[in-house]
């Protein structure tokens, strides 16, 4: 993505350069599609999200729109939203191409099946490069055959030269007198070859590193939250429950990854704003919009198939939480301590869908701990946030309900509900069901500064802008942390072993 605006005019082209295009310059034009190959993004249907992100009502008319033509549809979309160019993920390699072209004398017209709207905004966005501008209006679709008509009408058959990206394009190509591949799937450069010879392939880098990426990996392992239950029971050494337990986790990631793409999806247009999210696989055009669609659709199958051969109540269970992060997605991120408590609950959620998973009771005291103990995390990741936001002269988080003036109070609160969940640990040890768990209970007392030192160190390296992730992120990659995490587990295990 060009985050600083269009690419623009270089000096003139030396002699040679010049001679070497001249037999362009104001005979044959170029056209250029712009979906998948002026950006590496699809327009349209960043407008379907942004659609249903913000107008979800008039979302649930975009059928009776579609049965009336795509035309008909792009027109009614394009009503209600704005695709800002400005923060569409350009093809650095394509534009610095179309620039070339330009400079030598070519001829440039934009010619896209986008509503007409959005393609006068991405030209005048890049003043200066295009001739003309053809994009869907009240009329046909223009997308294959409907834009090869439309182009053969207004420059005559085989009198143009035609860049674009995918299988619709293959007509296109087939009359053009050039034909320009861009970033091609495998299956289109094949039929791109089996009608014409490509003049020129701008070839598509490999997409196993962004779909890894877009599955946010790493974020799986707050999912072992669902093994917490089966821990606390002492049940390691049963092998059914372990394996119910390992297929609770994967089939939890695996939905958890399925919402990370949706909210990916939706947050496009928030993160291309981000210095560090905007590299995001979405964000920045490396994975299309369809094709997390699809990944986000095939997921779920996949979780609530592994989930069928858990007991119901987990399958409950992960279909609140898949209601509940989807409903965060859309709206409740964007109110003011709802998100947090949500977090908070998103979290507590995963330990009762573990021990539903594994059939063991669970206790009062550890979902009090959770929620405490999540709702400071929850708070902590605000407040680094805000500072952020603070640091870069602004006032509110965009899409959220915080404001900077709110700093002094997050910073109480947040702590606090940290120290109330230690108050809540502390409680659970004088309990007769601890005393029947371990061998020597006391040694548990040995838990509490650590978790005391842990959650004010959190706090303490927010207030310095030391800390940029999610806590959870934060702590997988903080060897403090890590140290802090064995030490809790070297004294439940003495507390334990008898």
Same mark, same amino acid.
């Given at each position: 993505? #060009? ?7 270089? *000096? ?36 379907? @999200?942004?659609?249903?992100?913000? %107008? ?6 975009? *059928? ?20 800002? *160019?400005?923060?569409?993920? +350009?093809?650095?390699?394509? @534009? ?10 070519? &001829? #440039? ?84 070859k089996a009608v014409c010879t490509p003049y020129q392939v701008f070839p598509r880098p490999g997409r196993a590193k962004p779909l890894l990426k877009a599955l946010r990996p790493h974020q799986w392992v707050k999912n072992f939250l669902?093994?917490?239950?089966? $821990?606390?029971? %002492?049940?390691?050494?049963? %092998? ?20 990370? $793409?949706?909210?990916?999806? @939706? ?5 291309? &704003?981000? *210095?560090?999210? &905007? ?26 198939? #592994? ?75 605000? +407040? ?7 640091d870069a002269g602004g006032e509110q988080i965009k899409g959220r309900g915080y404001r900077v003036s709110d700093l002094g109070i997050i910073e109480s609160v947040g702590p606090a509900s940290g120290y109330l969940s230690v108050l809540v640990f ?13 061998? &020597? ?26 800390? %940029? ?23 439940? $295990? ?5």
């Amino acid at each position: 993505m #060009i985050a600083d605006g269009a690419v623009q005019l270089d *000096p003139a082209l030396s002699e040679a350069d010049a001679s070497v295009l001249s037999a362009e310059r104001g005979s044959v034009p170029l056209c250029v599609d712009l979906d998948g190959t002026l950006i590496a993004t699809d327009s349209f249907w960043e407008a379907l @999200l942004l659609l249903a992100k913000h %107008h979800s009502l008039d979302a649930l008319r975009a *059928p009776a729109w579609a049965a009336a033509g795509l035309g008909r549809l792009k027109e009614q979309v394009a009503r209600r939203v704005r695709v800002d *160019p400005a923060l569409l993920p +350009y093809r650095k390699d394509v @534009l610095e191409f179309l620039w070339e072209q330009k400079r030598a004398g070519r &001829r #440039i017209v934009l010619a896209t099946a986008s509503h007409q709207s959005v393609a006068d905004a991405v030209a005048a966005y890049h003043a200066g490069l295009f001739d003309e501008v053809i994009g869907t209006g009240d009329g046909p679709n223009l997308k294959g055959r409907n834009k090869l008509a439309e182009l053969e009408r207004r420059f005559g058959t085989g009198n143009f030269d035609y860049m674009g990206d995918s299988a619709a394009d293959v007509c296109l190509w087939r009359a053009a007198r050039r034909a320009y591949v861009v970033y091609p799937e495998n299956s289109a450069l094949r039929q791109a070859k089996a009608v014409c010879t490509p003049y020129q392939v701008f070839p598509r880098p490999g997409r196993a590193k962004p779909l890894l990426k877009a599955l946010r990996p790493h974020q799986w392992v707050k999912n072992f939250l669902l093994l917490i239950p089966l $821990i606390l029971a %002492h049940q390691l050494g049963n %092998h059914a429950k372990v394996l119910a337990g390992m297929s609770a986790f994967v089939s939890f990631s695996f939905c958890a990854s399925a919402i990370y $793409i949706i909210n990916d999806l @939706l947050d496009l247009e928030s993160d291309r &704003r981000h *210095p560090s999210k &905007r590299r995001r696989p979405f964000a920045s055009g490396a994975l299309s919009v369809a094709t997390g669609l699809m990944m986000s659709g095939g997921l779920l199958l996949a979780s609530f198939g #592994i989930a069928a051969s858990l007991p119901m109540r987990f399958i409950e269970m992960l279909l609140v939480y898949l209601i509940l992060t989807t409903a965060y997605s859309f709206w409740l991120k964007r109110k003011m301590l709802v998100d947090v408590i949500l977090l908070a609950t998103l979290y507590t959620q995963r330990i009762i869908a573990g021990a539903f998973a594994v059939s063991v009771p669970l206790t009062m005291w550890l979902l009090a701990f959770s929620m405490f103990f999540f709702l400071s995390l929850a708070f902590a990741k605000r +407040y680094s946030e805000l500072l952020q936001v603070e640091d870069a002269g602004g006032e509110q988080i965009k899409g959220r309900g915080y404001r900077v003036s709110d700093l002094g109070i997050i910073e109480s609160v947040g702590p606090a509900s940290g120290y109330l969940s230690v108050l809540v640990f502390c409680n659970y040890l004088n309990t007769e069901l601890v005393k029947g768990l371990y061998a &020597r209970p006391a040694l548990l007392w040995g838990v509490a500064p650590l978790l005391l030192y842990w959650i004010t160190r959190v706090w303490f390296l927010a207030r310095r802008r030391e800390m %940029h992730d999610d806590p959870i992120v934060f702590a997988i990659r903080d060897k403090m942390s890590w140290g802090v995490g064995a030490c809790v587990g070297l004294v439940v $295990i003495a507390a334990w072993v008898r």
